[in-house]
């Protein structure tokens, strides 16, 4: 049985395709033409408030709804954009959430954490804990839920499985039609899923993933997820992924993700957050300074969302707001 010969059933999200806008202010501040660099606009998927993560709840929740499903459990961190929208997507099909999520109440100022109650998501707190005790965690409350007597799906990690990425290979189909002479599409890599898509039509050739910190080994978790989806082996070796900009840790602001999404704020009026899509940024900033990103060549940049983790980022809002010009009346 070949990846397509099977496919699962689908729940309807976001408002596709979404849009692949020009960069010319910024593609010129960073020394490429003004028609290089263009923006996959995977920020405006329209759920709850946006996001990479609603290609891949349409196939994992789609799934869910096929086994009966009657509440969705997942986990994350208390940043997380997956759990988000994940609530979000509970809420759209009537059925329970609970989040699953490392840490404990009152030590984050997240605003996905403010999203996740206003759409009705249940935390449980699993102490400073790492992936692998965070899953153990959910299954547990799965556990419980069954014997309750409700009927639990439990959605991976930053929805990146092999089913959740299906989600974007049709992103990257759509880039075939919208682009058909692109070079390099530029990517967030949290959990993996969305780079891994992205492979599978475009080849590992024309896609750089920019490690964010979410996992010990980006590339092998990528690798693992293409080689699901295509039915053959990648090597973790063929991709091209940039280890550079992850600083002091996941939940960490770095001067280059700053500088990064400053500059895209200024030049094109449109926010990244400091977490994935400042650094993605930041690495495709890098890219070019390289030589890895040419001018005269079509680069995309993925815009996977993640707005309402810069409003709970203390350290990012802070030299925001030191920024602002004051003038007297």
């Given at each position: 049985?070949?990846?397509?010969?099977?496919?699962?059933?689908?729940?309807?999200?976001?408002?596709?395709?979404?849009?692949?806008?020009?960069?010319?202010?910024?593609?010129?501040?960073l020394g490429l033409g003004a028609d290089?660099?263009?923006?996959?606009?995977?920020?405006?998927?329209?759920?709850?408030?946006?996001?990479?993560?609603?290609?891949?709840?349409?196939?994992?929740?789609?799934?869910?709804?096929?086994?009966?499903?009657?509440?969705?459990?997942?986990?994350?961190?208390?940043?997380?954009?997956?759990?988000?929208?994940?609530?979000?997507?509970?809420?759209?099909?009537?059925?329970?959430?609970?989040?699953?999520?490392?840490?404990?109440?009152?030590?984050?100022?997240?605003?996905?954490?403010?999203?996740?109650?206003?759409?009705?998501?249940?935390?449980?707190?699993?102490?400073?804990?790492?992936?692998?005790?965070?899953?153990?965690?959910?299954?547990?409350?799965?556990?419980?839920?069954?014997?309750?007597?409700?009927?639990?799906?439990?959605?991976?990690?930053?929805?990146?499985?092999?089913?959740?990425?299906?989600?974007?290979?049709?992103?990257?189909?759509?880039?075939?039609?919208?682009?058909?002479?692109?070079?390099?599409?530029?990517?967030?890599?949290?959990?993996?899923?969305?780079?891994?898509g992205l492979v599978d039509p475009l080849?590992?050739?024309?896609?750089?993933?920019?490690?964010?910190?979410?996992?010990?080994?980006?590339?092998?978790?990528?690798?693992?997820?293409?080689?699901?989806?295509?039915?053959?082996?990648?090597?973790?070796?063929?991709?091209?992924?940039?280890?550079?900009?992850?600083?002091?840790?996941?939940?960490?602001?770095?001067?280059?993700?700053?500088?990064?999404?400053?500059?895209?704020?200024?030049?094109?009026?449109?926010?990244?957050?400091?977490?994935?899509?400042?650094?993605?940024?930041?690495?495709?900033?890098?890219?070019?300074?390289?030589?890895?990103?040419?001018?005269?060549?079509?680069?995309?940049?993925?815009?996977?969302?993640?707005?309402?983790?810069?409003?709970?980022?203390?350290?990012?809002?802070?030299?925001?707001?030191?920024?602002?010009?004051?003038?007297?009346?």
């Amino acid at each position: 049985m070949t990846p397509d010969s099977f496919i699962p059933q689908r729940a309807v999200f976001g408002t596709w395709p979404t849009p692949l806008e020009p960069m010319p202010r910024l593609a010129r501040a960073l020394g490429l033409g003004a028609d290089d660099l263009w923006i996959k606009r995977d920020d405006l998927t329209g759920l709850g408030g946006g996001g990479n993560k609603v290609r891949k709840l349409e196939w994992t929740c789609g799934a869910a709804l096929a086994d009966g499903a009657t509440v969705l459990v997942t986990t994350g961190a208390p940043q997380s954009n997956h759990a988000r929208l994940t609530a979000a997507a509970g809420a759209r099909l009537g059925l329970d959430v609970v989040l699953v999520l490392a840490g404990a109440p009152g030590a984050s100022e997240s605003g996905n954490l403010a999203l996740d109650g206003l759409f009705g998501a249940t935390v449980v707190w699993a102490g400073d804990v790492g992936d692998r005790a965070l899953d153990a965690t959910a299954q547990q409350v799965a556990a419980g839920l069954r014997r309750q007597g409700g009927v639990p799906a439990v959605i991976p990690f930053g929805g990146s499985s092999v089913l959740g990425a299906r989600g974007y290979v049709e992103c990257g189909r759509e880039l075939l039609a919208q682009a058909r002479d692109l070079e390099t599409v530029v990517v967030a890599v949290g959990s993996g899923g969305t780079m891994a898509g992205l492979v599978d039509p475009l080849g590992a050739a024309r896609v750089i993933g920019v490690h964010c910190g979410a996992v010990t080994d980006p590339a092998g978790t990528v690798s693992a997820l293409v080689s699901g989806l295509s039915g053959t082996d990648c090597a973790p070796d063929s991709l091209r992924m940039r280890l550079d900009q992850v600083g002091d840790g996941y939940g960490a602001l770095t001067e280059q993700s700053m500088a990064a999404l400053t500059l895209t704020a200024r030049t094109e009026g449109i926010v990244l957050d400091p977490i994935y899509t400042g650094r993605a940024m930041a690495g495709l900033i890098a890219a070019i300074e390289d030589g890895d990103v040419l001018p005269g060549q079509r680069t995309v940049f993925l815009h996977s969302g993640g707005l309402p983790g810069l409003f709970g980022h203390r350290a990012t809002l802070a030299q925001a707001e030191a920024a602002l010009t004051v003038s007297r009346p």
